[in-house]
């Protein structure tokens, strides 16, 4: 939301979720509270073809390590 969120070389986007930002990923940081649960939720604002086409769709979230 700031516009300040950084792109991968790739053109991907990684984004962190957790209580705190590990270090160097604060501007793909988003916060969530300890010990409550939590999901998240993909909104679309004008998807292309590709979209309603099923060729297109989101990755996988993976958890990693904090020292990621």
Known sequence: ????VHTEPDG???LWFGPSAPAGKE????RTVPAKSWFPMLRLYGPLQPWFDKQWQ?????EVSPEA
Do not use: K, V
Not at 1 to 4: A, I, L, P, V
Not at 58 to 62: I, Q
């Open 1 to 4: 939301m700031s516009g300040t």
């Open 12 to 14: 991907t986007i990684d």
């Open 27 to 30: 501007a793909n940081w988003i």
């Open 58 to 62: 989101p990755g996988e979230l993976h």
